[in-house]
């Protein structure tokens, strides 16, 4: 433990999280753990220019919700994130957990599961289940676009961009007829079977936690039965006990496939590379037919649930990214003006993906 003071110069970790986020990781106990480690904890006022309220040696942030505003031309949220990007702008040395661009990504669905097909996980057989965005309130043309992706019934429909209002509302699609409830822009997700259990990987830079938790239980395709609505944070939460996920008498989950730690692991190390991102929530269920793992979610910066000493973990991941900090990429200006979410397919994603090996923190491509 580093308990010595620190004697040079001042050391400020600046921060940003909503107050009912700060109050679920009772953020204040972390000022404490802050002074013992020699660094100031500072909450950002992103209403003001934060060249006033620095210098800071760190920024730590969850804007998920402001990102996602801002992408919607909110006028408040554009402008709170502008302060905190000019910031990073003027000042490349300070260390950013994680960078904004990173974090916009997640925030749209298609890409997210985009980066997880491109990336190196199906070396080790991990994937995500096929996906398609629908841009169309016609049924039938949404069909041929499930056809064409692989897609099959049932599927998951989720909203495309994951923050926001009604971002958790999702539905189950067993056939065609239910394909009028998909309301676009949505991604169909094919449902993995997987005796409703769901592992979470906490992760914090390179250390990580996994917690099990509830999920939905097994579906088959059925040609009559009513598409399932639910919200997701009612299904996968530690005390959640949805009746989507109690399993049906005919099954068995004796023949329960394992998890294996051993892929977990390989799972942080690709995605904490390949996203460029320290704080990461990665949803991984275990197929139940043939015990291969499967991504349905990441999400940034996550609620860290039962993660054994958070704080120390995050000093530790704080220090790691201030040492690495000179090997932070950075993309050129011209790639950072586009905006709007991605719409394109999954081979235009690899096209465009064309990003330098990662050291540190890799900032990708502007798009949301
Ligand atoms: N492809 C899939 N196959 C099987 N089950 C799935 C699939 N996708 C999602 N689920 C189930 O639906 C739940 C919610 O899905 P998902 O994690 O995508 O929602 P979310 O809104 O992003 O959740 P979070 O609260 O973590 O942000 C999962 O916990 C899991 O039980
Ligand atoms: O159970 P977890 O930690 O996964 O729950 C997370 C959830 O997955 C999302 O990351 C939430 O973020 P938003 O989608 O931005 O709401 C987290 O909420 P937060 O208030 O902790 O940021 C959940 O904790």
């Not at 996920?245 to 590379?273: A, F």
Request: proline share 6%.
């Amino acid at each position: 433990m580093d308990v010595t003071p620190h004697c040079g110069p001042r050391r400020v970790i600046g921060y940003w999280m909503s107050e009912k986020k700060s109050q679920k990781l009772n953020w204040s106990e972390f000022s404490k753990v802050c002074r013992k480690h020699g660094f100031e904890l500072v909450k950002l006022n992103l209403n003001a220019c934060l060249e006033d309220q620095g210098p800071f040696t760190v920024i730590i942030h969850k804007l998920t919700d402001i990102i996602a505003s801002a992408v919607r031309n909110d006028i408040k949220a554009i402008k709170m994130l502008q302060h905190v990007e000019n910031y990073i702008k003027s000042n490349p040395e300070v260390v950013i957990i994680d960078p904004v661009e990173n974090v916009r990504k997640l925030l749209d669905r298609y890409r997210t599961y985009g980066v997880i097909n491109d990336s190196d996980l199906h070396k080790i057989d991990v994937f995500t289940p096929p996906f398609v965005d629908l841009t169309s309130n016609d049924p039938a043309v949404n069909l041929e676009t499930l056809k064409r992706s692989g897609v099959c019934f049932p599927f998951v429909c989720k909203p495309l961009v994951a923050n926001g209002t009604d971002c958790h509302k999702m539905a189950i699609v067993f056939n065609e007829k239910g394909l009028k409830d998909c309301s676009p822009p949505c991604v169909a997700h094919s449902f993995v079977n997987h005796n409703a259990v769901l592992y979470k990987l906490f992760i914090v830079g390179n250390e990580y936690h996994i917690a099990e938790r509830p999920s939905l239980k097994n579906f088959y395709p059925d040609p009559d039965r009513k598409t399932i609505h639910f919200d997701s944070h009612d299904v996968s939460k530690p005390d959640s006990s949805s009746s989507l996920s109690v399993m049906d008498d005919v099954e068995t989950t004796e023949e329960n496939q394992n998890v294996d730690p051993e892929k977990l692991k390989q799972i942080v190390s690709i995605l904490h590379e390949e996203l460029g991102m320290n704080l990461l929530g990665v949803d991984v269920v275990v197929e139940n037919t043939t015990g291969r793992h499967a991504i349905i979610d990441i999400n940034p910066y996550p609620g860290y649930d039962g993660y054994p000493d958070f704080f120390e973990s995050l000093m530790r991941c704080i220090k790691n990214c201030i040492e690495h900090k000179t090997h932070q990429t950075i993309f050129p200006e011209q790639e950072q003006e586009d905006s709007g979410f991605e719409t394109a397919d999954s081979s235009d994603e690899k096209k465009r993906r064309t990003s330098p090996p990662m050291l540190g923190s890799k900032v990708y491509e502007r798009r949301l």
